[in-house]
Structure formats: C-alpha cells, structure tokens
C-alpha cells in the first residue's frame, strides 16, 4: 500500500491536509488557524461548577462555555495530580520530576466527584474532546503525553502494551527495555509503532517526553486559570508521529513554513524519508494537481456513488448517522439476487468505511444494507466489514446485523465532524439553486454511458450536451469521444443545446427517444 500526505495551506482556510492510500482519499483534516482547544492540551482549569446529579463538574478552561469533566475522566491519581499542583504552585516542591512526591490513595471507582473536588479548585485537564456543536470541550484529568513510541502517564507505574503487538516475546522485550529506562512514579504505554525498535529509538522518544513534562512542572508554577500549561503539537505533525511508516512515498507541502517544520520532524523521527518530503511550487492549487480537490467534491454529501452504479445516501442527525446501501443500476447484473446482493454490500462496506474516516463522523451509525436471506451471507458480510475498519484509527464497535437487517456502530469522537461543500451555484439561475459538481460531470456521463452501452446494449446512443461541454468531448486528434469509440466499439453521436445548463446532460436512443436513467 502505497500512502501520500498532501498538506495544502492558505490564509482563509488554514491548513487542510489530505491522506492518501494509493492514489485514494482516505482522511481529510483540517486545522483552522486560532484553534486553541485541541486535543491532547492540557490547561490549568479552575471548578466552576458541581453537578451531584451528573457526577460531573464543570470548568473553565477560557472557552465561551465550560468545559465538561466527569467522575469517570478524573483518573485514580487524581489526589496525586491535585497534590502536585499545590505544592508547586506553593513554591515547595522544586523538583521537575515525580521523585520525591509521595502518591496518594486511588480514588473509588464508584465515588462522587463533590468528594474529590469543589468549586474554584485549580486543576490541570487535558482536552479529551474538541468542542463539537454547542457543547463545549471534554476533559480528562487522567494526563498523558504520547510520542511516536510511547505514551507517557504520571503518577502510574505500569507498563502496558498495545494490543496488536502479538508476539509474546516482542511483549516481553519491549517491556523489559521499558522499565528498565523509565522513571519513577510514571507509567509508559507501548505503542505499535514500537514493535521492532530498539532501546536506543524508545529511549530518546521516552526521553523527549520527559522534557515536556519537566517543562510542564515549570509552567505549573506561573500560569493562572485558565491559561494553556502544554500544547499538542500541530495536526500535520501529530498524523506524521501517528502513522509515518516506510509505505509513505511522498509527503508535498505548499507552505514554506510547513515545509520546514515538516521536513524537520521527519528529520528527527525517522531520518531515512527526509527525501520524501517535498515543496509544492507550482501555480495551479496543490489539490487541484494530485487530484483531492475532485475526490473531495465526489466523496462528500448526502449521495456517494459506487463503482458498479450502487450508491450510498448518508444523512446525519444531531443524535446519529444514518447510511443508506441502494443497489441502483447493479439490479441488471447477471448474478442471482442474493449473490448480486452481497457483492453490492460489501462494496458499500469497503466505502462506508472510508467515508467515516474521511468525515470523522463520531457518535452512533447506523447503516441499512441490501437484504440478505442467507445468515451465511450476513455473517460474511459482518466480517468483511470489520476488515475494512481495521485501518480506522479512531476506537470503534461494530454490532452483528440485527433482524431487521441493521448494522450499528460506534465510532469515538474526540473532533466536530469534516464538512465540505460539494455543491456548485448554478450558472443557468443565477445562484438560486445548486447543482451536483461540475467537475465530476465526465465521471457521469461516463458511468451512464457504460451502463447503456453495456448492460441495456443500446445502439445507435447519442450524448445531448452543453456547447461547452461538446467543445470539449470532442475536440482534439483524440478526443474523449475518440477515447470511447476505443473503449465501447460504438460511436457515440454528441450534439449540443444552448438551452442546456453547464452540468445537463441527456442519452437519446436510434428513435429520438430519450433513455431514462
């Protein structure tokens, strides 16, 4: 598998950056300039509010409204951490490191939050979720500083390992090295990245890691709620310390700027793909040249279209998603229904889970499949469907389908869902109403043309198009007309309509007679 990283930046849209896997779109981020509730930030939050009812508190941490921080967010070492932040804010503890601090007792489990904290008490938190609607951030008061390697948890002593390192022996060495290089009173999580590296690689990420904590504890003593203690590193920086491996062919950035602050931590993670990252000097917009700004426009809105003439209707509510699998065109293939039905979903299963990862939709999703008879069928698609998330990095759980035939799953959410504006002003009615982009408009005609040429085996089809659109079929020695002839073995007549808008377009038959589609 081949991956790209596509990172375009502009003054009015901050910086947007585009994964791809062999040539697909598969995650699409966005980073508006001035956004200052990340996650991973940990503020110096102050209570404002306690919710005996919610077993929640909640804080403020400068957002306009409260953040929210549950019983359950608090974290066992809470005591500890509220500990620590007096007595460095007291002056009396002068070490950067957990040493000397002696931990608390873990809270209970099923404790209440008013015997733990109270209104005005100074407390750090880290942003769990970025605000989303008219919610404000979620907090956690559980800290963690993740590197490329490891994550790094105080007031902890365990070591814990990431779940797809499966070999026993890989386990046992990691933790080995682990522990024999971490500092007291402070827990590590080994990532999967791990797997491989030696003590030279983890103890430089661990270490590094350290130094922000170190640099933590110095900005504990001077800050005041509800100002930021430590920053998460920019989003382009934390996708390339989450997934940069030896499958990144390129990396082509827009921005100076970026390209050096890019260029420089690759440099320092993984010095042998310093080549890969290049800067993008062309006039034309970068998206526009590698082709995103055309998956973005075809990817994104309410109906997504399948390869073989099925489609998805996606529709969101404020509760849930709801995905929709329609056959379409696919009801004339040659296969039995049943077979033609489970093609036709597990090609939906393939896209729905590349549409949750390029919108980031979070929360509740529930998707209607095709019916399927057989439970052989449904169990084979239920595992498929599971395969295809497995490249998802967001945690997730997906149900067996119900007896109506439904698939829910949940999907975490930590960051307002990705959306794009897919639809173009029509040019015919001067802005009043909108139209499907023109820019997938060949990709179109092209797939109905297909479905007529070789399913209804149509002949004699002519193409009713606008002038402009006629200019461009076919002009040219070899035109995309031409292009067809090759394709299909059947010439395709095109005419033109001035009376037609941009984007319409019609297929008539030997009779004059339009074919419906």
């Not at 046992?172 to 690689?201: D, H, M, Q």
Request: hydrophobic share 40%; aromatic share 8%; charged share 30%.
């Amino acid at each position: 598998m081949v991956k790209e990283l596509i990172i375009d930046s502009t003054p009015e849209n901050g910086v947007t950056i585009a994964l791809l896997q062999d040539k697909q779109l598969v995650e699409l981020n966005k980073e508006q300039a001035g956004n200052h509730f990340s996650v991973g930030d940990i503020y110096l939050g102050r209570i404002k509010k306690i919710m005996p009812g919610l077993n929640a508190a909640f804080v403020d941490v400068g957002y306009d409204k409260d953040a929210f921080l549950h019983y359950l967010d608090l974290g066992p070492q809470v005591q500890s951490l509220l500990k620590l932040t007096r007595v460095v804010k007291n002056g009396s503890y002068q070490e950067n490191l957990l040493n000397s601090l002696k931990l608390e007792k873990d809270i209970d489990k099923a404790g209440k939050i008013s015997d733990v904290l109270s209104r005005n008490v100074m407390i750090p938190v880290q942003i769990a979720k970025e605000p989303i609607s008219t919610k404000g951030p979620r907090l956690s008061s559980d800290l963690s500083i993740a590197g490329r390697f490891v994550v790094l948890v105080p007031f902890s002593s365990s070591v814990s390992i990431s779940k797809k390192i499966k070999a026993s022996a890989e386990r046992t060495r990691l933790k080995k090295i682990v522990e024999s290089i971490k500092p007291a009173n402070f827990g590590v999580i080994i990532r999967t990245v791990s797997e491989g590296k030696g003590v030279e690689e983890l103890q430089k990420d661990l270490l590094d890691l350290i130094a922000k904590w170190e640099l933590f504890t110095k900005r504990l003593k001077n800050v005041e709620p509800p100002q930021k203690i430590l920053g998460e590193m920019d989003r382009a920086s934390t996708i390339l310390r989450d997934i940069l491996t030896d499958e990144f062919t390129h990396i082509h950035v827009n921005d100076s700027s970026i390209y050096e602050e890019v260029k420089s931590y690759v440099q320092e993670i993984s010095p042998e793909l310093e080549k890969i990252v290049k800067l993008y000097k062309h006039k034309e917009p970068i998206f526009d040249h590698f082709g995103v700004e055309k998956q973005i426009k075809a990817s994104f809105g309410k109906t997504v279209n399948l390869q073989g003439g099925a489609y998805l209707v996606i529709e969101h509510t404020e509760a849930l998603h709801v995905i929709d699998v329609n056959s379409g065109n696919r009801i004339a293939s040659k296969e039995n229904q049943e077979d033609n039905a489970l093609l036709v979903n597990k090609e939906a299963a393939r896209e729905i889970a590349r549409q949750l990862r390029l919108r980031d939709m979070g929360g509740i999703v529930v998707i209607d499949f095709i019916d399927m008879h057989k439970p052989q069928n449904r169990k084979d698609l239920y595992v498929y469907l599971k395969e295809c998330m497995n490249e998802d990095r967001a945690r997730h759980t997906i149900l067996p389908p119900s007896k109506f035939g439904l698939v829910q799953i949940t999907r975490q959410r930590v960051r307002p869902e990705m959306s794009v504006v897919t639809n173009e002003k029509c040019p015919a009615c001067d802005g009043t109403g909108e139209i499907r982009s023109s820019i997938v408009l060949l990709d179109d005609i092209e797939n109905n043309l297909s479905f007529i040429l070789e399913e209804q085996n149509e002949k004699g089809v002519t193409l009713c198009v606008h002038p402009y659109i006629d200019a461009y079929i076919t002009s040219g020695l070899i035109s995309r007309r031409l292009k067809w002839f090759f394709k299909y073995g059947k010439w395709i007549k095109v005419k033109s309509n001035p009376a037609y808008y941009l984007t319409e377009f019609h297929f008539f038959n030997q009779k004059d007679e339009e074919i419906k589609l």
